[in-house]
């Protein structure tokens, strides 16, 4: 969250501060719970071939661990990059 979000915050009553907490927390649990359910389903997609075993094989095993990996590093990265470029963005003043 920016400088300019932050003092626009302050300024709120408490009553409202608490509400718009409250609301972002809620957005955050549910943009994470969405990157976890693509990871989820994304890696098991692509790794899990078979179902003869109720474990996985090695081979699905490295397979799960090397995507979930990737995605987090590129989850990561794209996360820098968009603060880059927030914080090059103009402010609305």
Do not use: W
């Not at 915050?9 to 809620?26: H, N, Y």
Request: charged fraction near 30%; aromatic fraction near 6%.
């Amino acid at each position: 969250m920016d400088k300019n979000m932050i003092a626009d915050l302050e300024s709120l009553p408490e009553a409202d501060q608490a509400r718009m907490s409250t609301l972002i927390e809620q957005l955050q649990i549910r943009d994470s719970l969405r990157m976890y359910n693509s990871l989820v389903e994304r890696c098991f997609t692509d790794c899990v071939d078979t179902f003869q075993r109720k474990s996985l094989t090695k081979q699905e095993e490295t397979c799960v661990r090397r995507c979930a990996e990737k995605f987090l590093k590129h989850s990561v990265r794209v996360g820098m990059r968009f603060a880059e470029l927030n914080q090059g963005a103009p402010t609305a003043d």
